[in-house]
């Protein structure tokens, strides 16, 4: 066989291909790398949101569309929007309602909205000052209802007027629908309504206040077109009785820690699974470090429910190393895959007395336990949602 002569330049492009097939190979496997630690970031997130209001309330749209509205936000005499696509990362729609027009019937403290889709139309249901006003309550809040074909308004109110009124102030509304019927949840405030217990006697002998004043969850019918109500309200939840009962510690800290005058039932909201009616409320002043959140169970819509023993299931966590305090005013965020996500507002070290939001996973166990796994700061899954 012939032997074939040499050529330098031929080792010189040999060795060269093998260069550029090592480097391809190793850009190849930085590129995984970088992909792989860029999935990292994107499939985790830590709370709080990016989002600073109050009274948290988001409506899962369909579609991988979620709509996130709260108390202040940036909107004046009124509500904003933010929307998401996947519960982390929120953009600001701007303000889809505003009251203190002269066709409102709200003058002013607009808080916790609600929006409901309901055959192609938006509702939302929040609580404000009402104009009329006769004897100059401080406070007269009531629950009116605004609607909309968009998630992002405009909402334009429904009536000229409240819902109902039940003869004393309300805040905080919930809607639930089972069977063709919508029930309304409210709390009757606090506002001059004080109640005899052990804990106000307590307060008194201690020479701390004159009289304790709490606010009601109530639960009502409500009328097809929310033109008003059904029957008279039902009460569904208040502070406890006696001090020995095993919800009064955590449900009177505003008193014991000598915050306010004031006990709190409030921010309700209400689900059913496995045929349990669950229905979650906070305690406590909304501005105080100890603001919590628990839950009670009931057979029907309207009760009667007992309180959980596992009560609270979402409070401060300084005490344990974290920097979370007054968490409370949840919703609960229904995923298209069965999942359950708690959403609430609470302050940290770094907010101060700002309100920011919370997003924590929240489920209920084989014994039928509801949990929510927060407040957290550190990092998590972001929700898959399908």
Not at 216 to 236: N, T
Not at 300 to 315: C, D, I, Q, R, Y
């Amino acid at each position: 066989m012939k032997k074939q002569p040499y050529h330098p330049f031929l080792h010189v492009i040999i060795f060269g291909f093998i260069l550029l097939e090592l480097g391809s190979c190793s850009s190849k496997q930085s590129q995984n790398e970088r992909l792989e630690s860029q999935e990292k970031v994107v499939s985790t997130f830590s709370n709080p949101l990016d989002v600073e209001f109050g009274d948290p309330y988001i409506l899962n749209d369909g579609n991988g569309k979620y709509y996130m509205y709260g108390t202040g936000g940036g909107a004046e005499d009124g509500f904003a929007a933010y929307s998401s696509n996947d519960l982390v990362d929120w953009k600001f729609e701007g303000q889809v309602y505003r009251g203190n027009t002269p066709d409102s019937w709200a003058s002013k403290f607009f808080w916790a909205p609600e929006v409901y889709k309901i055959d192609g139309k938006y509702y939302m249901f929040f609580s404000a000052q009402w104009k009329v006003n006769p004897t100059n309550e401080e406070e007269n809040f009531m629950i009116g209802v605004a609607v909309s074909d968009s998630p992002t308004g405009p909402f334009k109110e429904m009536y000229d007027r409240p819902i109902f009124d039940p003869g004393y102030p309300v805040i905080d509304a919930n809607v639930y629908q089972e069977d063709g019927k919508y029930y309304l949840y409210f709390s009757r405030a606090c506002y001059k309504h004080p109640v005899d217990s052990e804990v106000a006697d307590w307060a008194k002998e201690k020479g701390w206040y004159d009289e304790i004043e709490e606010s009601w969850v109530y639960g009502v019918e409500l009328k097809p077109d929310f033109s008003g109500v059904i029957g008279k309200p039902v009460l569904c939840l208040r502070p406890p009785v006696k001090m020995n009962d095993q919800q009064a510690e955590w449900e009177s800290r505003s008193v014991t820690k000598q915050e306010i005058n004031r006990r709190w039932t409030e921010g309700s909201v209400i689900f059913k699974k496995n045929d349990v009616y669950y229905i979650m409320y906070s305690s406590n002043y909304y501005a105080g470090e100890n603001y919590a959140v628990g839950y009670a169970t009931g057979k029907s819509p309207l009760g009667p429910f007992t309180k959980a023993s596992n009560n609270p299931v979402l409070e401060l966590n300084i005490h344990k190393g974290g920097d979370v305090t007054g968490t409370g005013h949840n919703n609960i965020v229904f995923l298209d895959n069965g999942e359950m996500y708690c959403v609430y507002h609470g302050r940290t070290k770094e907010s101060g007395q700002e309100r920011v939001v919370f997003l924590d996973k929240m489920e209920i166990d084989e014994d039928g336990k509801l949990i929510v796994h927060g407040p957290t700061t550190t990092l998590q899954a972001i929700p898959l949602g399908k």
